[in-house]
Nanobody
Framework: QVRLMESGGGSVQPGESLRLSCEFSGRTFSTYTVAWFRQAPGKQREFVSA??????????YYADSVKGRFAASRENAKNMVTLQMNRLTPEDTAIYYC???????????????????WGQGTQVTVSS
């Protein structure tokens, strides 16, 4: 059974940065794609980034809304994925979820249905 634990959320002002971490356990980390999704109040959950499994070459993929501001890093030795979030705006306010899956095809990497395992989420609030 895969277990995911997010940490690092908090409240910041616009323009500031936060770093989220997702600790993975229970299975072979390198065989799983680990993604970040977020859900803002009253909105559907949306894709943020995905750190591909080794069969995807370990590449990272981003939603257009965060490209250039967010950077995901996969640390296979620590079974961890981090999400460095820079130049945060109020529109980034959401609960951020870490998710893992190992059966998806590449074209579905941004689809939440591709992920069988989810963390509890961590709140990120950006407000002045």
């Amino acid at each position: 059974q895969v277990r995911l634990m997010e940490s690092g959320g908090g409240s910041v002002q616009p323009g500031e940065s936060l770093r989220l971490s997702c600790e993975f356990s229970g299975r072979t980390f390198s065989t799983y794609t680990v993604a970040w999704f977020r859900q803002a109040p009253g909105k559907q959950r949306e894709f943020v980034s995905a750190s591909g499994a080794s069969r995807f070459g370990g590449r990272t993929y981003y939603a257009d809304s965060v490209k250039g501001r967010f950077a995901a890093s996969r640390e296979n030795a620590k079974n961890m994925v981090t999400l460095q979030m820079n130049r945060l705006t109020p529109e980034d306010t959401a609960i951020y979820y870490c998710a893992a899956g190992n059966t998806m095809i590449l074209s579905s990497i941004a689809d939440e249905r591709s992920y069988a395992y989810w963390g509890q989420g961590t709140q990120v609030t950006v407000s002045s």
